[in-house]
């Protein structure tokens, strides 16, 4: 009999697992598939770092793509869940609309933006894209579909946002827009020259809807910590140059094969953040959207800068009370390690919608390190894992491949038999309380 699997990964490139993969043209044939699989997960554009959206049986909602509504006055997009956020950007933007939130991809679908229930650089203004999301259709696992909405099959509609597909396939979406009259933001950068003086430019620009900062792991004494924080705001058509509002917008570079696997090491991650921290200049300057939103999509295939071994992402939150002495021990940590984070951002939180059990933001600060894999770095992980734990944080389970059950994680290969029954908050809570 042919083999109908295929290897996938997702964005980290690790781990790789051997699945069949389905794309489905139609919620018809989306039902048959559902029905004929007892395991099985819903995958968008595989943006997700680890091992989220891999099972042994993947169903593709890529083909499932069609724009099904844009109401140009209200900025209601209604669309399937496999359409990306950048394909709705050729749509929205030269009608006058953007997204209120987004991630640092465009390169994701609907679907993928409400199971990880995606948060922004505007997190505290206007928290995760649940926030916008006005209802969805949910394939449930004996192929009846629900319309889940805040005030319609309410509990599921939370269970599924930031619930990374456990509780069905999410079909189509409605969702808010925000108006927008210029491609320009004004963009302020920050030279911070440690970890407090990081953390004091947030809290002296926090009129700034947009926030990140990139901060330099490396640098120790009385520079550790350093880093460069980017505040952002839209500019107003009066205000900015005369550009039109049209998408796509600027040139795309790709790498085109996988770099050796120890390009990224002690010294050439050295040299890269003596650069990033020296290159930049404090002070205020206008960028288009495109650049402040999405630089990293202008080259295509970074992640194979990171070698076919691939790397991890590790995203963590803490508690606003512990974020400063929090994250200052973690980095103390990752400096004593072998293996050290080519890429990190830094980003504030507000509060949480207490419905949005699954949403990954806590009031505080969240870091995302980038760290190629080694034989190392899981014990670094673990290490890790502990000390978000003693934090009071959590984890942020799309970009997860090999945390601890405790921190939420479920692993895919026990995932499946009871097949979309959301066990994520159960499984929290009982970890929580065994913890
Ligand atoms: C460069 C880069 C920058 C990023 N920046 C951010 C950021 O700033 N903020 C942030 O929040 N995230 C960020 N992410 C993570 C990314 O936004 C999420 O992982 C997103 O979910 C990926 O969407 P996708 O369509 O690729 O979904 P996939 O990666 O394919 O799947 C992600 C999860 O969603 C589930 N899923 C996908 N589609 C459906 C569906 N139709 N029904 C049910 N479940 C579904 C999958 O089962 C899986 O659990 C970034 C990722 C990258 C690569």
Redesign the pocket.
């Known amino acids: 009999m042919a083999d109908k699997t295929r290897r996938i990964t997702?964005?980290g490139n690790y781990p790789a697992i051997r699945a069949e993969f389905i794309a489905p043209e139609s919620s018809q044939e989306m039902r048959a598939e559902v029905l004929r699989h007892s395991r099985l997960?819903?995958?968008?554009?595989?943006?997700?770092?680890g091992d989220?959206?891999l099972s042994t049986c993947v169903l593709s909602?890529m083909k499932l793509n069609r724009l099904l509504d844009f109401d140009r006055e209200k900025g209601i997009v209604h669309c399937e869940?496999?359409v990306l956020l950048a394909e709705l950007l050729e749509h929205i933007v030269p009608a006058g609309w953007f997204f209120h939130v987004t991630?640092?991809?465009k390169?994701?679908?609907v679907?993928?933006?409400?199971?990880?229930d995606?948060?922004?650089?505007n997190h505290p203004e206007k928290g995760c894209f649940s926030n916008w999301l006005l209802s969805f259709e949910l394939m449930l696992g004996n192929g009846e579909i629900l319309t889940c909405s805040k005030t319609e099959h309410a509990d599921l509609f939370w269970q599924?946002c930031g619930g990374?597909?456990w509780t069905?396939?999410?079909?189509s979406a409605k969702f808010q827009l925000m108006p927008v009259s210029s491609m320009f933001m004004q963009q302020r950068t920050v030279r911070a020259e440690n970890l407090e003086a990081v953390f004091q430019a947030f809290q002296t620009h926090d009129n700034w809807p947009y926030a990140a900062a990139w901060i330099d792991c490396l640098s120790e004494g009385l520079y550790a910590g350093r880093g460069v924080v980017y505040f952002a705001r839209h500019l107003q058509k009066a205000d900015s140059p005369d550009a039109p509002l049209i998408y796509p917008f600027g040139k795309v570079r790709n790498i085109p094969f996988f770099a050796p696997s120890g390009l990224l090491n002690r010294y050439t991650i050295r040299a890269h953040n003596w650069l990033l921290f020296n290159r930049a200049a404090d002070g205020e300057q206008q960028i288009d959207v495109d650049r402040y939103f999405y630089p990293?999509d202008r080259m295509r295939n970074w992640n194979r800068l990171y070698g076919r071994r691939g790397f991890i992402q590790y995203q963590f939150c803490l508690p606003e009370e512990n974020s400063l002495q929090g994250i200052r021990e973690i980095l103390n940590t990752i400096r004593q390690n072998p293996d050290l984070p080519f890429l990190s951002v830094l980003k504030r939180h507000g509060e949480r919608a207490p419905e949005a059990v699954h949403s990954?933001p806590i009031k505080g600060y969240s870091l995302a390190l980038d760290f190629p894999r080694t034989a190392t770095v899981f014990s670094l992980v673990e290490k890790l894992d502990a000390m978000v734990w003693q934090f009071g944080g959590k984890i942020?389970l799309?970009?997860d491949a090999c945390s601890s059950g405790k921190m939420g994680r479920i692993n895919p290969a026990e995932f499946g038999d009871a097949k979309f029954h959301s066990l994520l908050k159960e499984r929290i809570l009982a970890n929580q309380t065994s913890g």
């Open positions: 997702n964005w997960i819903a995958r968008g554009n595989g943006k997700c770092y989220a959206a909602t869940s496999g991630p640092g991809i390169n994701i679908t679907g993928g933006a409400i199971a990880s995606v948060h922004g650089k599924t990374m597909g069905g396939i999410i079909l990293l990954f942020y799309t970009k």
